[in-house]
């Protein structure tokens, strides 16, 4: 978690250095729905690396937004999910989701 000096002046910009990336976007948006295992966001998520998506999902956990569950089976079987902060970016995201979808009906027929 950052602390209160290392984030910057402006809360848009904090913001953004939390859940900035595209795929932070998107392992949100996934996770906005149910928790999800590492290899079934690897799988949904087209074109992340392995890497990306672990240094993703630890650098969410540590700043309060993602949790992760250990179940101690064999093989041993990892869950992520949202903490209560995580899931107060629901209305962000359906906002973005909202501006994506008129982005799309005003200029892709074009």
Same mark, same amino acid.
């Given at each position: #978690?950052?602390?209160? +000096?290392?984030?910057?002046?402006?809360?848009?910009?904090?913001?953004?250095?939390?859940?900035?990336?595209?795929?932070?976007? %998107?392992?949100?948006? +996934?996770?906005?729905? =149910?928790?999800?295992?590492?290899? &079934?966001?690897?799988?949904? %998520?087209?074109?992340?690396?392995?890497?990306? %998506?672990?240094?993703? %999902? =630890?650098? #969410?956990?540590?700043?309060?937004?993602?949790? =992760?569950?250990?179940? &101690?089976?064999?093989?041993?079987?990892? &869950?992520?999910?949202?903490?209560?902060?995580?899931?107060?970016?629901?209305?962000?995201?359906? &906002?973005?989701?909202?501006?994506?979808?008129?982005?799309?009906? #005003?200029?892709?027929?074009?």
């Amino acid at each position: #978690m950052l602390s209160k +000096n290392e984030m910057p002046d402006c809360p848009v910009a904090t913001t953004i250095q939390l859940i900035g990336s595209k795929w932070k976007l %998107l392992i949100l948006r +996934n996770l906005l729905a =149910r928790p999800y295992r590492f290899n &079934e966001l690897k799988r949904d %998520l087209t074109g992340i690396s392995h890497k990306v %998506l672990t240094e993703s %999902l =630890r650098s #969410m956990e540590a700043d309060g937004i993602v949790v =992760r569950k250990i179940y &101690e089976t064999r093989p041993r079987s990892v &869950e992520y999910s949202l903490t209560e902060l995580g899931r107060s970016l629901k209305p962000i995201l359906l &906002e973005i989701e909202k501006w994506g979808v008129n982005y799309k009906a #005003m200029y892709t027929d074009k």
